[in-house]
């Protein structure tokens, strides 16, 4: 089961950083990455707000808290852990509570999580945290799959499926043959 959380950064210093997001469990498709990118540099353009995303194995291979400072927020993954986590600073904690985490987590990103989409779990997520801190901040729209990852997805179909009816045969054509 995933575990979520908040925990708070009261003391924490930020770190200045222009890359919004760390993608150490190396699970985040380029496309996604690159939207990622842009659209955390949009929103601190507009708002001042930081928001970054953090994604590792486990829980305890880096402090990505340390990013929670006064006026920025972190979406953490932990994709070994089966754990998410939004650390907010005590800026945004008004506009983004632990309780507005939570419905954060628990409606847009483990289900798509537990569907087998961690990308659009990623991208929902942090559009829900944008929009949550700034209700006004309309540039936020999550990504459509590309049609590699469409034709992809297809040809994955396809392969199950044609192996899903070899074994089907096989079997079948054992049982006659005794």
């Not at 150490?24 to 930081?50: I, K």
């Not at 006004?136 to 590309?146: I, Q, S």
């Not at 040809?155 to 089907?168: D, E, M, P, S």
Request: net charge neutral.
């Amino acid at each position: 089961m995933l575990l979520a959380a908040l925990l708070l950064a009261s003391s924490l210093p930020a770190v200045a950083t222009s890359d919004y997001v760390t993608d150490q469990a190396g699970v985040l498709w380029p496309s996604t990455r690159q939207w990622l990118q842009s659209e955390l540099a949009a929103y601190r353009q507009a708002t001042g707000h930081q928001v970054y995303v953090w994604l590792g194995q486990r829980a305890g291979q880096a402090p990505p808290e340390q990013w929670a400072g006064d006026d920025s927020a972190v979406l953490e993954v932990f994709v070994a852990d089966s754990k998410v986590q939004i650390v907010a600073g005590p800026a945004l904690r008004g506009s983004l509570s632990e309780a507005q985490s939570e419905r954060i987590i628990d409606d847009e990103i483990l289900p798509k999580i537990r569907a087998g989409h961690l990308n659009g779990a990623i991208t929902y997520g942090v559009a829900a945290m944008l929009q949550t801190i700034t209700p006004g901040f309309a540039n936020v729209a999550p990504p459509k799959p590309t049609p590699q990852v469409a034709a992809l997805r297809a040809f994955t179909y396809v392969v199950f499926a044609f192996f899903g009816i070899a074994l089907i045969l096989g079997v079948a054509t054992r049982a006659v043959a005794r």
